[in-house]
């Protein structure tokens, strides 16, 4: 593959303490690329993650606790972020939850989590970057959506929405940028083993009572023709790719890396 050197740029990544969001950190500043770490979690591990990445891949970092659900703290990440890197260059939103129930007992506070984090955040940091990114005449814009951007699945109502949503804001945005050095482009993953899938297998073999590995098996086999579980890092290689030279005419794709998924 065509490596894209970042070195020199910034990144942001959402919700990148934890999961795809802290593969796909890693992949970028494997590249050279400064990173904006951002999302929950204990202040010391955090902390360490930050050095820990610093280190290995000879690059800056910084963290900022912006609940992405709160459009005047993602302000002041934003804000954070131009103030230590100048830019940002390469924007992830990825910070994302999840709930599981139908859509008449949905909780609507749980609704209403879901948009925020999973849809509306993304709005507020793409129009906070793009100013600069224009100005720059360089920029990548990276979704990560899901499989659910693209089909639905039962009982995730809010989620299979503002993955929707999520695809359509990445065209919408790509069109804008059409004419400029800015990308923007959606991720789609099938299933990743991370902290947010582990609850909905752990929930599953409860409900079933059978072991958690046969609901793992039972979970990849319903959606995942495969068998088997994309990685972070294996997405953290499609953001690298999205990020280079050879990808600036990738422009409003939703690209599904789900072990054949939506292909049924
Ligand atoms: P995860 O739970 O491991 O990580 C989620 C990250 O988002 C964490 O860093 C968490 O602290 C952060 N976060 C949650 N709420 C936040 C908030 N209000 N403000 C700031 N940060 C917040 O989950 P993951 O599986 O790595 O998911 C990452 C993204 O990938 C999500 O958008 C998810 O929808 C998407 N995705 C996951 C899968 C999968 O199978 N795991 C599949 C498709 C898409």
Known sequence: MQSS??????ALVTGSTSGIGLGIARSLAAEGANIVFNGFGDAQEIAALQTDVAKEFNVKTMYHNADMSK????????????EQFGSVDVLVNNAGIQHVAN?????????????????TSAFHTTRLALP??????????????SAHGLVGSPQKSAYVAAKHGLVGLTKVTALETAQTGVTCNAICPGWVLTPLV????????????????????????????SGQFVTPEQLGALAVFLCSEAASQVRGVAWNMDGGWVAQ
Do not use: H, Y
């Open 5 to 10: 050197s970042l070195k020199g740029k910034s």
């Open 132 to 145: 600069k990114m224009k100005a720059n005449n360089w920029g990548r814009i990276i979704n990560i959506a």
């Open 71 to 82: 459009p005047a703290e993602i302000e002041a990440l934003m804000r954070a972020a131009n």
């Open 198 to 225: 582990q609850k909905q297998i752990e929930a599953r073999a409860a409900k079933e009572g059978v072991p958690v590995q046969q609901a793992m098996k039972e979970l990849l086999a319903e959606k995942q023709p």
């Open 103 to 119: 859509i008449e007992d949905f909780p609507v506070d749980k609704w209403d989590a879901i948009i925020a984090i999973n849809l």
